[in-house]
């Protein structure tokens, strides 16, 4: 079926209702290809048809979002952020904290190569952690959960400086299959960030966290969306003094308009974060 760009708006505009994505244009002919494919096995005749029964059918909405969502990542990205964590806050933490674990979500984590990242710098600095790896889509979760990664999720340049971690977990046909051990600093779960202000939300955000990583996810969401998520981490997921990091290129995005008060921009060297402010007695 070809589907007609008034068609493909009205689907466009569900999925940022729900998911508060807002596809880019090469992004938007891949959605037009699946609703084509999907009307033809579905049997509907138009897209009117099939945005009706989306409203009705959970579980036919979230093949659409896992469909609509972009999942594009490898182990390590943005190395000298996941440098300074090993330098600056996973180097100091034994000695400030003792055997306690460190608590870190990778929010849209897609398939897990961040949460796995985080993981193995945690070991490799000695220090349990507890890792809440989230995402609206449910296929990639359930990837994350098996652990096991294709080669295209390492790369020649950004991140290689961190590869001889991986190797313990190299199979024989090239794949990354991780242990129960690594696999067990890893919870996984699924959260919708444009409905983490929605009291419903309430009892699935992780708590008190210590560093927070939401990269690479704030390009595809409007100003008013990043500012109402970075509200809700500020105030309800952070703890005192905790770290929040997104991708280098979004830090320009983030400016005092849509900036919680409570958190600070802080530069260090060529690594840009933001830090929860202590409370004031």
């Known amino acids: 079926m070809i589907i007609s760009d008034e068609g493909l708006e009205m689907i466009i505009k569900l999925i ?18 699946y609703l084509s494919d999907k ?23 979230m093949e659409l979002i896992n469909e609509s969502t972009v999942n594009e990542t490898y182990f390590f990205r943005e190395e000298k952020q996941f440098a300074f964590v090993r330098t600056h806050i996973l180097s100091t933490w034994a000695a400030r904290h003792g055997s306690q674990p460190i608590k870190i979500w990778s929010a849209a984590c897609s398939y897990g190569e961040e949460a796995y990242s985080l ?4 070991k490799d ?6 890792i809440t790896a989230s995402d609206i889509n449910t296929t990639v979760l359930g990837h994350c959960a098996a652990g096991v990664f294709n080669a295209s999720s390492m790369r020649g340049g950004d ?16 794949k990354i299959a ?20 929605n009291p ?18 704030f390009i595809y969401f409007s100003q008013e969306l990043r500012a109402r998520i970075l509200k809700v981490i500020a105030d309800k997921c952070m703890g005192e003094d ?8 979004e830090i320009a995005q983030i400016d005092k308009s849509i900036m919680p008060e409570s958190l600070e921009k802080v530069a260090d060297g060529n690594v840009f974060y933001f830090k929860k402010k202590k409370t004031e007695v």
């Open 39 to 61: 009307l033809d096995a579905l049997g509907l005749a138009s897209v009117k048809a099939y945005s009706d029964k989306l409203r009705r059918d959970k579980s036919l909405l």
């Open 125 to 130: 600095c000695g220090i349990r952690a507890h």
């Open 119 to 122: 993981a193995l710098l945690a």
């Open 200 to 217: 419903a939300s309430e009892g699935i955000l992780p708590k008190m966290q210590d560093v927070v990583f939401i990269r690479n996810v």
């Open 159 to 174: 991140g290689v400086a961190f590869q001889n971690l991986l190797l313990p977990y190299k199979t024989a046909n090239a």
């Open 16 to 33: 940022t209702t729900t998911t508060g994505i807002i596809p880019r244009s090469s992004h938007r002919e891949g959605i037009r290809s």
């Open 242 to 249: 905790s770290i929040l990091f997104v991708s280098m290129s």
């Open 178 to 197: 991780f242990s129960d051990e690594i696999r067990s600093y890893i919870t996984t779960r699924q959260i919708n960030l444009a409905e983490m202000d």
